[in-house]
């Protein structure tokens, strides 16, 4: 195949080594609209260059301030009619709710510095048949990531696993009265924590409800 073919196919340059069609670092800056979520640092400049003439510097709009905190939950104590299911009106019932999906994404890339420790938290699992699920918290720094415009790379360091119980569904996490000695030791170390990672039996969901109100919570 021919230069000329491979750059109508995908776009793919001769220094790529993926099939026509994917995107590597060699190709993707041809294509800035590869990205499924762009980056969150990328995507609040652009959203307050939307701004930047409709106001004066030191006022705010919708584009250039987070919203508010939103109770969509229906107040039972309004006193302009009976209690709800009875009665109902505007300032009682919460406003309707629209699902978007979100267009960026908080990191771009993870890299894992600290394999080895990586690799004994899966084999400790899978020592166990995987029926015993494990967690622990990742601890790292971020920096930049070249790769995207604006973007922002985790750098996973170490893993620590609390006290816990592994479940065949689930863990449940104990009280740990070292988790502040911990956070001490990778603040001096320049280190914080970054994200959690836990092992689930069930491969066909990606994420339950239960572990993305989990991850919400953390």
């Known amino acids: 195949m021919t230069k000329e073919q491979l750059e109508e196919e995908g776009k793919q340059k001769p220094a790529c080594t993926h099939p026509a069609g994917q995107k590597c670092a060699n190709c993707i800056d041809d294509d800035k609209n590869v990205f ?65 999906r979100q267009i960026f994404r908080h990191v771009d890339y993870v890299s894992f510095m600290n394999y080895p420790e990586l690799s004994k938290f899966v084999a ?50 104990l009280d740990d009265p070292s988790r502040h000695k911990v956070d001490s030791i990778a603040s001096a170390l320049g280190l914080e924590r970054v994200g959690h990672i836990f092992t689930k039996i069930d491969q066909e969901t990606i994420l339950t409800g239960q572990e993305v109100r989990q991850a919400a919570r953390l």
């Open 124 to 173: 400790h699992w899978q020592r166990q048949g995987c029926l015993e699920q494990r967690m622990g918290y990742l601890y790292g720094y971020y920096s930049e990531d070249p790769t995207y415009p604006n973007g922002v790379r985790v750098n996973i360091e170490a893993l620590y696993e609390p006290p816990q119980i592994g479940e065949i569904n689930g863990v449940q996490e």
């Open 36 to 100: 499924k979520h762009e980056s969150f640092d990328n995507w609040i400049v652009e959203t307050r260059k939307k701004c930047a003439k409709s106001h004066p510097s030191n006022a705010k709009c919708q584009n250039c301030t987070f919203v508010n905190s939103v109770s969509y939950k229906v107040d039972y104590t309004c006193k302009n009619h009976k209690p709800y299911p009875l009665g109902m009106c505007n300032k009682c019932v919460p406003p309707a709710v629209i699902l978007n």
